[in-house]
C-alpha cells in the first residue's frame, strides 16, 4: 500500500497530514506534480506542465490497494477501476456506484460554462476540513491494513 497525492492541486495542509498518516502507518506517500510547484517528499514525480500529465503518471503509479488523493473526478474514476482507493482533500471517499453521477455532474457544469454561464467555485478551505480529511484518511488506512 502506498499512499499517492495528486499534487498539482492538492492543499499544503493536505500533503502535510498525508506525510504525517505515512510517517504514522509506515506507508510510503508518492507526491506528483507538474515542474510549477515545489513539492518536499521523499517520492516526488516531477512531470511537465502538460493538460492531464500529472494525472497519467499517477494512473502508471497506481497499484490495487493504494490511496490516492485527488480532486478529479475523472482521474479518480480511473483509479477506482484499478482497484485502488481515491479519496478527496475535502475527505470525500469516491465509490464506483456514485462516480458516474459525479462525471455526470462535471459535464453539465462544463456545459454551462462553454454557453459563457458561471458555476460556483469551491468555498475557503477550513482547519475542520483538514480535520475531516485527516480522520477520512486514517480510517481508510485502518481499514486496508
Known amino acids: 500500500m502506498k499512499i499517492i497525492v495528486d499534487g498539482d492541486a492538492c492543499p499544503r495542509s493536505v500533503l502535510k497530514i498525508c506525510m504525517e498518516m505515512g510517517k504514522k502507518y509506515n506507508i510510503p506517500v508518492w507526491t506528483v506534480a507538474s515542474f510549477n510547484h515545489h513539492i518536499e517528499s521523499d517520492h516526488h514525480v516531477v512531470v511537465g ?44 471517499v469516491y465509490l464506483s456506484q456514485t462516480i458516474d453521477f459525479l462525471l455526470e455532474e462535471r459535464e453539465i457544469k462544463s456545459k454551462v460554462r462553454r454557453a459563457g454561464g458561471r458555476t460556483k467555485g469551491p468555498r475557503k478551505r477550513t482547519a475542520a476540513d483538514d480535520k475531516r480529511f485527516a480522520d477520512k484518511l486514517e480510517q481508510i488506512i485502518t481499514a486496508n491494513l
Open 49 to 92: 506542465n502538460s493538460a492531464q500529465e500529472a494525472d497519467l503518471k499517477v494512473v502508471n503509479l497506481t497499484g490495487s490497494k493504494d490511496i490516492v488523493v485527488t480532486q478529479d473526478w475523472g482521474l479518480a474514476a480511473i483509479i477506482l477501476g484499478k482497484g485502488a482507493l481515491a479519496v478527496s482533500p475535502a475527505g470525500r
